[in-house]
């Protein structure tokens, strides 16, 4: 019998952890000291300097050597734990979790009614990065009360809390593992938990099994011949097995490469299938619907009680639980609670394609390792798949329409075409102009990491970071991509933080007020009237790099301003409302058109697109004049200046666009038709 790649321990072992090796225990110790041995031998092995971690996009967090798992794998591995060993409930970690990250919190996975514990099965990998592992294994003929369920992972709780009191313990709870969690967190208010629900069954008074639960004493008395009848049940409870198999097929292949490969999973799949009639068997589904009963009644009664920040994550094709609406009905409830939607999925949402937990944690901002979130120190540069994602939903097509035209100025004054005036080493501080909405944002990201290997930390306004803001949006996740790519709310210590660990950090003066501004206005800066950046970008010797960008008012056209929808009541109270208290004021202290931070949405008409056109200006190095620069005057001097050559590139770009031959769509189009469509467009004379 082949090892399965899970080590399993109860409760009352602490300290030691049992590997399942030819359906036996094996007991081995796992100190500290050789997880932090291990952890240093991987980074050293990597070859990653200092200096490359703090400029490029660090290695730490590669997904190449993650091996992709898929349905087949969760049943032959379930087909091992199944087997009755007479033994009670129990945590597992698996072993393909590998090797952590520093200070890394632990997350308790708590399964759905099958038990099993191996939901996670398709993030083990990358979740193993940045978490300590448990999964919770309830034995398929285990008789557990459901409220003793909850004090063995209450007792877990208490144990790890008091041994790593600053660490938060994640618990992703999976249908009536949701239930499970939310109990835990009911009697634990003051315990530092961040919750994970995946589809959860506090709506079991809705689903499709409430019919079943009246018949339960039908089901134990049901002959073994008909047992063969419950492929519905089965089916609403394990998902869909079609979108499991999809999981490991690359999107993007040929239809037909994809129906090959779609065709070899399932031939590979089928002699496993038998395993997920083993998983309810007849004699355990009446215990196994009456727990969920007990669960989801239990867990519904004590959601007052629940002070842990919450994020659902919710299925549109649930055809067991209203998943979507549930979590509207819990989002109201729970005080502090996010909601991620997927309209595409089944039940068993973690085993489907696409759906990666690393990077729906990412993008929600749920990750911390300690207290309080540190969006510079606990944030994850993103993977390949991570950035390829964002491309193609978003920066591809920006490409294409507007092929941005990036030049930057070399030490002695040279203006080129490309990046190749930015220092590879930080840290940079790129201090510029906030086209309308952010446009410029997409282009600016895509080509620094495409030309330079270079992430941007963009300081950004504390908004796009806040939970409840969250509950104003049409869509909860609209803000999830600037997250994932590097975002930071800004603030003297985030900005203090990113210059110390050398990073290439995106600044912008003008703030909200220069990124909704009212019509007539574009290209004019609102910066503060007091110097704001130089000296802490001196104390680090940082170089500062001014741009401009232009282009905003060959895309849109800005039909209605703030001014304007205050002259509408009824969006005028909405503004009021939005603003009121959900918005930090970060200038209350600056008067002047700067500190006019209110948010609104503006109203504008989409153009055929023109063209973006940036210009970085001559690089500024403060490190030979950090003691100069601590005085006041002479940093606001420099402050001045920077201004002034922001200004200078806008009109620089201004002027030269007019000469440029592929400033439209349609010029663009026919070259690239003749010369293809890979082929960079040429601008005006630099």
């Known amino acids: ?177 949701g239930c499970l969690a939310l109990a835990v967190a009911a009697r634990n208010p003051t315990a530092d938990l961040m919750l994970i629900l995946v589809n959860p069954a506090t709506s079991l008074s809705k689903s499709q099994l409430r019919p079943l639960l009246p018949l339960l004493p039908v089901l134990e008395a049901m002959p073994e011949q008909l047992h063969v009848g419950f492929p519905y049940i089965l089916g609403l409870v394990a998902g869909d097995p079609f979108r499991m198999m999809m999981a490991t097929i690359e999107k993007g292949l040929p239809l037909q490469q994809t129906v090959v490969e779609l065709s070899e999973n399932l031939a590979a799949t089928l002699p496993s299938l038998s395993v997920v009639a083993d998983i309810l068997p007849r004699e355990s589904l009446p215990w196994k619907l009456q727990i969920l009963k007990s669960a989801a009644s ?143 944002l997409g282009p600016l990201f895509n080509r620094f990491l495409y030309e330079k290997n270079i992430l941007l930390r963009g300081m950004a306004h504390p908004l796009m970071f806040g939970k409840n803001w969250e509950r104003s949006l049409l869509d909860y996740s609209s803000f999830d991509l600037y997250r994932i790519m590097g975002g930071v709310p800004v603030s003297p210590s985030n900005f203090y933080k990113l210059l110390s660990q050398n990073s290439h950090v995106l600044l912008y003066p003008g703030g909200v007020r220069e990124a909704l501004h009212r019509k007539g206005e574009e290209y004019k800066l609102f910066w503060p009237l007091q110097s704001e950046f130089v000296r802490m970008a001196a104390r680090f010797g940082a170089t500062i790099i001014p741009f401009g960008v232009i282009g905003e008012d060959d895309i849109l056209n800005l039909i209605i301003d703030y001014d304007d929808f205050l002259k509408i009541p009824f969006v005028k109270s909405l503004i009021e409302e939005i603003n009121d208290g959900r918005v930090r004021r970060l200038r209350d202290e600056i008067n002047g058109e700067v500190a006019k931070e209110d948010i609104y949405f503006p109203g504008v008409l989409p153009k055929l697109p023109g063209r973006f056109y940036f210009l970085f200006g001559k690089p500024i190095d403060t490190q030979a004049r950090t003691e100069e620069l601590q005085d006041r005057e002479r940093a606001h001097e420099l402050y001045i200046h920077v201004k002034s050559e922001v200004e200078r590139n806008i009109a620089y770009l201004k002027e030269k666009r007019e000469k440029d031959p592929y400033r439209t769509f349609l010029s663009r189009l026919i070259y690239q038709a003749i010369h293809g469509s890979a082929t960079e467009v040429p601008t005006f004379e630099v």
């Not at 109860?10 to 399942?20: A, E, F, G, N, V």
């Not at 609406?325 to 109201?332: F, G, N």
């Not at 973690?350 to 993008?363: N, P, S, W």
């Open 298 to 440: 239990f867990a519904n009664s004590r959601i007052h009680a629940i002070k842990a920040e919450t994020l659902i994550l919710a299925s549109g094709k649930d055809q067991l639980l209203p998943s979507l609406e549930e979590a509207e009905r819990l989002y109201h409830l729970l005080p502090t609670c996010q909601i991620r939607k997927f309209n595409d999925s089944g039940h068993a949402l973690l085993m489907e394609g696409g759906v990666d937990l690393v990077t729906i944690i990412k993008g929600a901002g749920f990750y911390r390792r300690t207290r309080k979130i540190d969006y510079v120190s606990d944030f994850m540069p993103p993977t390949p798949s991570e950035f390829k994602q964002v491309y193609d939903s978003w920066y591809r097509l920006v490409d294409i329409a507007l092929s941005p035209v990036m030049l930057s100025t070399l030490d002695d004054g040279k203006i080129v075409r490309g990046l190749a005036g930015i220092p590879q080493k930080g840290p940079v501080v790129l201090v510029g102009y906030h086209m309308l909405l952010g446009l410029e």
């Open 1 to 177: 019998m082949a090892a399965i790649g899970v080590s399993l321990f109860t409760t009352r072992i602490t300290h030691r952890k049992k590997r399942l090796v030819a359906g036996k225990f094996k007991v081995s110790s796992i100190s500290v000291k050789q997880s932090t041995e291990s952890k240093r031998k991987q980074v050293e092995k990597q070859s990653v300097t200092k200096e490359t971690t703090t400029t490029t996009i660090p290695k730490a967090f590669d997904e190449s050597e993650i091996e992709q798992l898929s349905v087949k794998d969760y049943l032959e591995r379930a087909k091992e734990m199944i087997k009755s060993d007479g033994g009670p409930p129990r945590w597992f970690s698996p072993l393909e979790c590998g090797a952590r990250w520093n200070h890394s919190p632990l997350l308790l996975f708590l399964p759905g009614v099958d038990g099993i514990g191996l939901g996670l099965i398709m993030n083990h990998q990358r979740l193993g990065k940045i978490f300590d592992i448990w999964c919770l294994h309830i034995p398929v003929m285990d008789r557990t009360p459901f409220e003793d369920l909850v004090r063995l992972v209450e007792r877990t709780v208490k144990s790890e809390s008091s041994r790593s009191p600053n660490r938060p313990i994640y618990l992703v709870g999976e249908s009536f593992g």
